[in-house]
């Protein structure tokens, strides 16, 4: 309920990112996750509503790919920075 609450007014790649979810506060961290929200929430408003045409279905189907991505190179990316130096 609480993390529920926490949710609330973020945008859709906000939470696919978990912009929430920094319990070290790393500042990297945050503006990685920023980055990639924004790049996730511009690919995902980018597609129609599906309409049944075959550019549209092409078209969600790419977006579906792009947004996978976006998700895996941010993950990679906060790895990267929180990574133990040594």
Do not use: C
């Not at 929430?20 to 690919?43: G, M, Q, W, Y």
Request: charged share 25%; hydrophobic share 45%.
């Amino acid at each position: 309920m609480e993390y529920e609450a926490s949710m609330r007014g973020l945008s859709m790649g906000e939470v696919a990112v978990g912009l929430a979810f920094n319990p070290s506060n790393n500042e990297a961290v945050h503006r990685l996750k920023t980055l990639f929200a924004e790049a996730f929430d511009i690919v995902e408003g980018s597609v129609p509503a599906d309409d049944g045409t075959v550019i549209t279905a092409r078209k969600r189907k790419m977006r579906d790919a792009a947004l996978h991505e976006i998700i895996s190179a941010q993950m990679w990316a906060v790895k990267v920075v929180t990574l133990p130096k040594g």
